[in-house]
Nanobody, 121 residues
Framework: QVQLVESGGGLVQAGGSLELSCTVS???FSWNQRSWYRQPPEKQR????????????TYADSVKGRFTISMDNAKRTVYLQMNSLEPEDTALYYC???????????????WGQGTQVTVSS
């Protein structure tokens, strides 16, 4: 069974930094566009950043210049480096990666379990 294992969340003061990681667990043939989402308290889930197989990245306007998404293909891991954190960044952060896996080589849209990031003022 393929899963995404997230880590790196926690409590940090405003202006601080955290790095989230998301690793594919289980056998896959390939992984595709990798994304980080977040869901603040009592708000909708929103896209934070994504990175393509070719390494092209996009970011939400609210995090541009502060967050950096990267990946290690050999480790099947995607990272989100978060700097200059603000209280408004407080949210449950999820990674989302479509993977090709299984005997039939089908694509599955996998989500991580979520990791909490809390930024105090």
């Amino acid at each position: 069974q393929v899963q995404l294992v997230e880590s790196g969340g926690g409590l940090v003061q405003a202006g601080g930094s955290l790095e989230l990681s998301c690793t594919v667990s289980g056998r896959i043939f390939s992984w595709n566009q990798r994304s980080w989402y977040r869901q603040p308290p009592e708000k909708q889930r929103e896209l934070v950043a994504d990175i393509t197989n070719g390494g092209s990245t996009t970011y939400a306007d609210s995090v541009k210049g502060r967050f950096t998404i990267s990946m290690d293909n050999a480790k099947r891991t995607v990272y989100l480096q978060m700097n200059s954190l603000e209280p408004e960044d407080t949210a449950l952060y999820y990674c989302n990666i479509p993977v090709v896996a299984g005997a039939q080589g089908l694509e599955y849209d996998i989500w991580g379990q979520g990791t909490q990031v809390t930024v105090s003022s």
